[in-house]
């Protein structure tokens, strides 16, 4: 694999007194797309959180290009190149389509820096022009997920965590929206995937993170991992690494 685009190093988070995250060493390259798999309460959110800025950690913890940016505020996480798909979508309630996606354009601070501009998100989601007057609360699930997508795109990210994206959602939407992906990683967009369905992250991603209690039990190429090596890696028994 190529430099790490993203990584983490020993990487510890609490809430408080509660220790959440022990020691996470996790890697990403440009254009890669890597799943983290997990049980409710393995971590992975508070990865994304960590990675984020959005728990306090020690800045050697987390990397980017190689430089220590952990405790980074996120609004500069943001601005430098790394932007998140939140669980819950968390759009603003009472704008329209389009004004959701212009919050990202205005506060990217990297205009278009990574291609994306709305012509070509419209080419990626066309749903998304053709309702862009509608206030979001009006969409489907699956279409305020193409928002929620569409706004982290547009701060021209370098890094996309996604944070389970295909969660209450109908299996033609999660299709609809995973068939998305690698045209997004192809232009380099390094993507970090949290996802619950085993199947669809192993078939999505190329390599894959499974945690268990705020540890990695088991890291390596998704293609070549056993169903049965995840499966104890997931629900507990001894680490494995493939």
Not at 33 to 54: E, F
Request: net charge neutral; aromatic share 4%.
């Amino acid at each position: 694999m190529s430099a790490p685009l993203l990584s983490t190093h020993g990487l510890v988070a609490r809430y408080g007194d509660f220790q959440a995250l022990y020691g996470i060493d996790f890697e990403i390259a440009a254009g890669e797309i890597v799943a983290l798999i997990g049980a409710n309460g393995a971590g992975k959110s508070t990865l994304l959180k960590s990675i984020m800025g959005l728990l306090r950690v020690a800045p050697d913890m987390v990397k980017l290009d190689g430089r220590p940016v952990g405790g980074t505020k996120p609004h500069r996480i943001v601005a430098e190149g790394v932007a998140i798909v939140p669980e819950g979508r968390r759009l603003f309630v009472g704008m329209s389509v389009i004004d959701n996606l212009r919050v990202a354009i205005d506060h990217a601070g990297r205009p278009a820096a990574n291609g994306w501009t709305l012509e070509r998100l419209y080419g990626l989601f066309p749903m998304l022009k053709e309702k862009q007057a509608v206030p979001v609360q009006s969409l489907s699930g699956g279409q305020q997920q193409m928002v929620a997508i569409g706004r982290a795109l547009l701060s021209q990210p370098r890094v996309l965590l996604c944070d389970e994206i295909s969660l209450g959602l109908a299996p033609k939407v999660v299709k609809e929206i995973y068939q998305s992906l690698p045209s997004i990683s192809e232009a380099g967009t390094a993507i970090v995937l949290v996802e619950q369905d085993i199947g669809l992250a192993r078939a999505t991603s190329n390599r894959l993170y499974c945690m268990l209690e705020g540890r990695v039990s088991l890291t390596g190429r998704s293609a070549e991992i056993s169903r049965e090596a995840i499966g104890e890696a997931y629900f507990g028994g001894a680490h494995a690494v493939a």
